[in-house]
């Protein structure tokens, strides 16, 4: 392994890493939560429309919800971390880390994007 590439990863501080990771899992449950409240209130605003006796037209244009939106968001992410993943497996075969590794990693990630795109093509035919 080249020294340049050990000194850049050895100069930072381990701290920096734990604290990079608190902040990820503080992210994701925030995430989490904010999700969860949003379809307890989504399904309390259900319950009030149904309640309340509100036309048919009006309460399916409210209500109307695309899942496949939700579920092209999956795809979408799959897509781009699979790509992710790979791209960090190639740069990984070729250390020591440079220019190289950054091209090989927006190279990968445009490919995710791209088979995310083919994808969404595809579903409209």
Excluded: C
């Excluded at 037209?57 to 092209?72: G, Q």
């Excluded at 190639?90 to 994007?113: C, D, E, N, T």
């Amino acid at each position: 392994m080249n020294t340049s590439t050990t000194s850049i990863f050895s100069a930072i501080d381990p701290d920096v890493y734990k604290a990079f990771f608190v902040l990820l899992i503080i992210l994701l449950v925030m995430r989490f939560i904010v999700t969860l409240l949003k379809r307890m209130l989504d399904h309390k605003l259900k319950n009030k429309i149904i309640d309340k006796g509100v036309s048919d037209d009006l309460a399916t244009s409210i209500l109307h919800t695309d899942s496949t939106s939700e579920k092209d968001n999956g795809i979408k992410w799959f897509a781009i971390l699979i790509s992710t993943g790979i791209g960090l497996f190639i740069v990984k075969q070729y250390l020591p880390l440079g220019i190289h590794s950054i091209g090989i990693m927006a190279i990968s990630i445009a490919i995710g994007f791209l088979a995310y795109s083919l994808y969404l093509k595809y579903l409209e035919k």
